[in-house]
């Protein structure tokens, strides 16, 4: 048994605590990151290979503030972790998604004829509009949260993989983290666990819900690259968002829908009825131009969700300092490198230059 001593230690190395590893370390913290598995793994808080960026959202200048500065730390990264192919959000022109996300001087609006000729996996009907965002693209999800670490091992950070952190407890006014290798004493704790391990229980308010992705087959994949096929969200229903065909062969569809509540991780199955699509996949695969309406890949995965359906960065009100994570509903890909930075923040000064994920917070006891 052995006890390591650190300024901060980040348990969980998604892409949240990756992110917060990498801006503590480039910040000068001394930090260590922990992580059960192996960094990149499929099996936390999933939903297969890509995901989805975007800066034109409807939730304020704030908002679009740190999605920005996520482009800019995205875009810094080698290799295939971002892909700037743009973003679309396409539906009725009179939807308030649609208008919400038309920003005057960040996006263009296409008619149908115009995002036909652009864009000719896609089939737009009379009145529905395709809204760009041309500082959008596709995040490949394991590669992206292998750089953050590599980048934060460069800044000077430790990383313990294959690591599970079985108990939190204070010591002399210092965290002690329990593992099976030993103690990792540290006068700061960031708790970015998703679902995987409820190490202060009741903390966060954060509800755990089964999400289904979908492959589908498509005829000429040279439509469906990232270049000629953006990922987005079409608004008309069936509401669903879209991904590129990564693979070269099927594009990946996320059907909307009231997503069931799992209790405990333990609670998942992550065996799909075989007839899960089929009474939506017909009119989805009317939307786009030679996909089949039979899919060759299921996937169930659990995402947290808060109560507004935003993600939180909460200060914990108990000495020494402790900075919690979760909630973010498919959202982290997006905010994460700049939440990173917020997290980086709080461990040092206690305090946060944004208010967009309540980082000023005090939770539990």
């Known amino acids: 048994m052995t006890t390591r001593a650190v300024e901060c230690a980040v348990v969980g190395l998604g892409v949240l605590g990756a992110s917060s590893l990498l801006a503590l370390a480039r910040a000068g913290v001394s930090c ?6 192996r960094v990149g793994h499929p099996d936390g808080g999933s939903g297969g290979e890509t995901r989805i960026f975007r800066t034109a959202v409807g939730a304020g200048p704030e908002h679009v503030r740190l999605l920005d500065r996520s482009r800019e730390l995205w875009t810094g990264l080698p290799g295939a972790a971002f892909t700037a192919c743009g973003a679309l959000t396409v539906g009725p022109a009179d939807d308030p998604r649609v208008r919400a996300v038309a920003l005057r001087g960040r996006t263009s609006v296409l008619d149908p004829a115009a995002a036909a000729e652009r864009w000719p996996g896609h089939r737009l009907r009379d009145g529905e509009v395709a ?10 999800a394991g590669p992206a949260t292998r750089a953050l670490v590599d980048r934060a091992r460069r800044a ?7 690591t599970t952190v079985l108990g939190i407890g204070r010591r002399r006014g210092r965290v002690v983290l329990h593992t099976l290798e030993g103690e990792t004493v540290a006068d700061a704790v960031v708790l970015a666990t998703g679902h995987a391990a409820v190490l202060m229980p009741g903390v966060l308010d954060v509800e755990q819900r089964r999400v289904v992705l979908t492959w589908f087959p498509v005829r000429d994949p040279r439509r469906f ?3 000629h096929f953006p990922p987005g969200l079409h608004t008309g229903a069936p509401v669903h968002t879209f991904f590129p065909a990564v693979d070269g062969a099927t594009v990946k569809i996320n059907h909307q829908q009231p997503q069931p509540r799992v209790h405990s991780p333990a609670d998942h199955h992550p065996v799909v009825d075989a007839g899960y699509a089929r009474t939506w996949a017909g009119p989805v695969a009317r939307r786009f131009t ?4 039979r899919p060759v890949r299921t996937e169930s995965y659990v995402e947290g969700y808060t109560a507004a359906r935003r993600g939180v960065v909460a200060l914990g009100s108990w000495s020494p300092r402790v900075v919690m994570l979760g909630g973010f509903s498919g959202q982290g890909f997006k905010y994460a490198p700049a939440v990173g930075e917020l997290v980086a923040e709080l461990v040092r000064t206690g305090r946060s230059s944004s208010a967009v994920f309540a980082p000023a917070l005090a939770v539990g006891g």
């Open 131 to 140: 809204v760009l965002d041309p500082a959008g693209g596709l995040i490949t």
């Open 225 to 227: 690259d990232a270049a």
């Open 156 to 162: 000077g950070a430790a990383v313990r993989e294959d």
């Open 32 to 37: 260590v990151g922990l992580e059960s598995g």
């Open 290 to 293: 030679g996909m089949s309406t």
